[in-house]
């Protein structure tokens, strides 16, 4: 039989075995804490990296891009300009990449803000229509719209970040019929709300892939081989709309059968336009279209980036106008302060500047030069 004195040895043994145990659970959590904190660090501060680099990352390739359009104007052999196109297409590519990738990383570390306010989606869908219309005409689809006399509650410049990401994913893989963006006026307990989809002809995707799709660098498979265009992205795109979707609190979902299509619908608060909205647009249309031209147009450029400001050169003398060029904005004062210095037609300014100045001192040196013109 156990002796009472082996009963309390047992016991003492079996709570030291317990302290020593939660001891090491104590140090293990304690580990994982600070191993989590460590991770989160290097997260943030890649993502900080990746942000503050974009902008140096970028410039070589809009050179790149600027160059490339000078040499296509300047050439008429068929076999350079399609070398060129080919060049512009990479460089396309490459700055879409950098976009989604800084877009990933501004939400990551809270850089939008959100302003919600009424959004005419007749103005909207005219942006959404001048700059998709070519690239579905090129490929044969009808781009449609419906919906235009709608007014939405939203942040504007995000919702056109995700309508131009689900449109272009829309018209990239749709081979035949079109894409629709429409919006409807669902009503409700709540007094409804707005209905904005779009909607494609495309591969559609597996059901499968469906809930993958908002993942980060996730790129749904289908049972049919793509072709080679369908190949290209980081799979970031949906990522972005999921997000910025979350950050103006509108539902998004999507639907899709393979060899079909796709629909991906985005609810939104009813907007109310004020009046002003509504006159201002009818002036807009009553004016007569603006017949512009660069010919003998005189242009400052003001850019700290060499190839960038040459690249820019370049091309706007190949547009016909002529240019003035400056890396500073010291420089730029020295030859405003010149008696001969000629009142210029436009300025193209950069942001950031050397010795700590702005693109917006740049401007306000110009307007001091001649405040009598409106530049």
């Given amino acids: 039989m156990t002796t009472h004195d082996e009963v309390q040895a047992l016991a003492e043994r079996f709570n030291q075995m317990a302290g020593n145990l939660q001891a090491n659970v104590s140090q293990l959590e304690q580990r994982v804490a600070e191993r989590t904190r460590e991770l989160a660090a290097a997260n943030e501060a890649k993502s900080h990296f990746i942000a503050a680099a974009s902008h140096d990352l970028r410039q070589p390739l809009h050179a790149m891009g600027l160059f490339a359009e000078a040499l296509r104007q300047r050439s008429h052999d068929p076999e350079v300009a399609s070398l060129v196109n080919s060049i512009n297409e990479s460089v396309d590519a490459l700055e879409g990449l950098f976009g989604e990738l800084l877009d990933i990383t501004r939400i990551d570390t809270g850089g939008v803000d959100v302003n919600p306010s009424p959004v005419r989606l ?19 689809l009808m781009l449609s719209f419906r919906g235009e006399h ?83 992205g980081l799979g970031l795109g949906l990522a972005i709309v999921k997000r910025l979707a979350g950050l103006m609190g509108s539902p998004i979902s999507v639907r899709s059968r393979v060899g079909h299509g796709t629909v991906f619908s985005l609810e939104l608060p009813v907007g109310k336009a004020p009046r002003h909205m509504g006159a201002a647009h009818a ?32 091309l706007l003398q190949a547009w016909g106008a002529r240019v003035a060029s400056f890396d500073t904005v010291q420089s730029l004062q020295e030859w405003l302060d010149k008696p001969a210095a000629e009142t210029p037609d436009l300025l193209l300014v950069d942001y950031r500047l050397p010795e700590g100045r702005t693109g917006i001192d740049a401007l306000v040196a110009a307007r001091a030069r001649w405040p009598e013109q409106r530049l």
């Fill in 122 to 140: 007749r103005e909207l869908f005219a942006r959404l229509r001048l700059h998709f219309e070519p690239t579905a005409f090129e490929k044969g």
């Fill in 283 to 314: 002036g807009m249309s009553a004016k007569s279209p603006l017949g512009l031209t660069l010919e003998d147009r005189l242009i400052l450029v003001i850019e700290d980036e060499t190839a960038v400001r040459e690249g820019l050169v370049v």
């Fill in 150 to 232: 709608l007014v939405a509650q939203a942040d504007p410049v995000l919702l056109e970040r995700v309508l131009r990401n689900l449109v272009s994913n829309a018209i990239h893989y749709t081979d035949d019929g079109g894409v629709l963006v429409s919006c409807r006026l669902r009503q409700g307990a709540d007094g409804g709300h707005l209905l904005l989809q779009v909607w494609d002809s495309g591969i559609g995707i597996a059901e499968s892939s469906l809930p993958r799709i908002w993942d980060e660098f996730y790129q749904a498979q289908t049972n049919r081989p793509l072709e080679a265009h369908h190949r290209k």
